[in-house]
């Protein structure tokens, strides 16, 4: 993702994982708004899609930096969480309530 250009600067960084949460975080919502799903059916496919999120999120931290310096690797963690916390609080600010305080797999963000 380096090469194409998508994870050069900070900013860039920033962006991708604030998109990547709150495309999560919209999935889920609009799943929940449908009332002709089954609530279990529901629940299954916002896990598969946050699963594979958290796994970008494992292999992006896995292959960058090297295995003998981990400052990169932590600084990688703490910048994911930080904007993960942001993004999800945007949506929980700007969305509804009633849907963020019942159980879904955003918590799990």
């Known amino acids: 993702m380096h ?56 292999l992006l931290l896995r292959h960058s930096g090297d295995t003998s310096n981990t400052n990169t690797k932590i600084n990688l963690l703490n910048k994911v969480q930080y904007d993960s916390f942001l993004a999800v609080v945007y949506c929980y600010v700007s969305k509804d309530v009633a849907i963020m305080t019942s159980e879904v797999p955003i918590h799990d963000i």
């Open 3 to 58: 090469l194409q250009g998508i994870l050069k600067t900070d900013d860039l960084i920033t962006r991708f994982f604030r998109l990547c949460t709150e495309m999560c975080v919209d999935l889920c919502y609009r799943a929940l708004s449908e009332p002709s799903q089954v609530m279990t059916r529901v629940r299954v496919q916002c896990f598969h899609t946050l699963d594979a999120f958290v796994r970008l999120i494992q």
